[in-house]
Structures are given as C-alpha cells and as structure tokens.
Nanobody, 120 residues
Framework: QVQLVESGGGLVQPGGSLRLSCAASGTIFSINAMGWYRQAPGKQRELVATVTGGGSTNYADSVKGRFTISRDNAKKTVYLQMNSLKPEDTAIYYC??????????????WGQGTQCTVSS
C-alpha cells in the first residue's frame, strides 16, 4: 500500500513564499512522474507543475517564473517552491505520483491535500 503525505501549506501574505513537500511511502518499486495540482473553491482541479523521473519539468502558464518543482528520488519526495504568491493561488494543493506498486503495473496516487491561502 502506498501513501503520499503532504506538508508545508498555510497562510501567507501576497508576495510571500511557501514550500510544499510530498513524501511517498509503502510498497514502491519505482516512481515515474510526480506533480502538484490545485483546486480552488468552485473550480476544477488543475495542473500546477510536474517533474519526470529524469527531471524534466512542466508548468502551468499561471505559475511559470514563480513556482519551482523539484524531487529527491532517494527520499521519494517532491517539492514545490512557491514565490511571489498571489491571492489567486489560494487553493488546496494535491500531490500526485505515478508509481509502480507491483511488477508491471503503474498506479496513480493522490495525497490528501494541503491548504494554501494567500491573503493580507
């Protein structure tokens, strides 16, 4: 059984920074892509950023230049450094990972979500 545990959310003023972490644990043979998604009240969940096992990254246009995704494969952890935060970044942020949890099978897992609020 695999778990993704997120941490690092909170309340920050506009222009501030937050750093999110998501650690995977359990029966893990390999991890492919990892990423962050967010869901604001009344809106659909949307992609924020992804990083492949080889380190290639992809970002939503709305966060390019402000957010940085990275991963530590040894720790099975993905990070999201969020700078120059805006009120419109307020959302629940979810971690996602594509994991081989048994030979020949990829499964997508989600974390429980962490609330990030940008407000003065």
């Amino acid at each position: 059984q695999v778990q993704l545990v997120e941490s690092g959310g909170g309340l920050v003023q506009p222009g501030g920074s937050l750093r999110l972490s998501c650690a995977a644990s359990g029966t893990i043979f390999s991890i492919n892509a990892m990423g962050w998604y967010r869901q604001a009240p009344g809106k659909q969940r949307e992609l924020v950023a992804t990083v492949t096992g080889g380190g290639s990254t992809n970002y939503a246009d709305s966060v390019k230049g402000r957010f940085t995704i990275s991963r530590d494969n040894a720790k099975k952890t993905v990070y999201l450094q969020m700078n120059s935060l805006k009120p419109e970044d307020t959302a629940i942020y979810y971690c996602n990972a594509q994991i081989i949890d048994r030979p020949g099978r990829w499964t997508g897992y989600w974390g429980q979500g962490t609330q990030c609020t940008v407000s003065s």
